[in-house]
């Protein structure tokens, strides 16, 4: 009887997690959301062809244009960019990106965002992204030009190994 108990206790945890009822769209899967917390902003030094386009508060989206994740969350990153005019919004493509399939990507989705494909994995390794899509706020730092600020990131996939 004990045996039973356990194997069906076992069971329903399994189904109760693993269920897709358990998740709607436009929420992290449970125990894979990481942010920094808001007063643990840190200062760091970006790629040049990223770091002189951050003239104000910019939210840069790391993905793949064949991440599955990415092409589900780019309507919601599209409307997020309209409701806030005041924000700059910045798309890095993963170094094994090809630039076909970035204008694939850009047209099916209408992305209205620049697009830079990071060819050298630059922001990659600076930021260890090691999954997509990740997305990172920045804001110019005011007191060292050749650096910016982190102020916040999502890393949905990443299960707590970050670079930051």
Known sequence: MMRWLVSLLLL???????????????????????????NS?????????LAKKIKKQTMVLYFSPTCPHCQA???????????????????????TSQKELL????EAYSV??????????EFAQMMGARATPN??????NPLNE??????????PYSRGLSGI
């Open 12 to 38: 329903f945890s399994f189904v109760v997690y693993a269920s897709p009822s358990m998740w709607t769209s436009g929420t992290a899967a449970i125990g894979t959301q990481v942010t920094l917390e808001k």
């Open 103 to 106: 204008k694939a990507f850009k």
């Open 146 to 155: 050749d650096k910016v600020v982190l102020i916040d990131a999502y890393l």
């Open 41 to 49: 902003a840190v200062a760091i030094e970006l790629p040049e062809y």
């Open 112 to 121: 209205k965002m620049p697009i830079i494909l990071d060819t050298e994995a």
């Open 73 to 95: 969350v780019m309507p919601e990153l599209n409307q997020l960019a309209e409701d806030l005019p005041d924000v700059d919004f910045i798309a890095i493509a993963s170094s």
């Open 135 to 140: 997305l990172y706020i920045f804001e110019p």
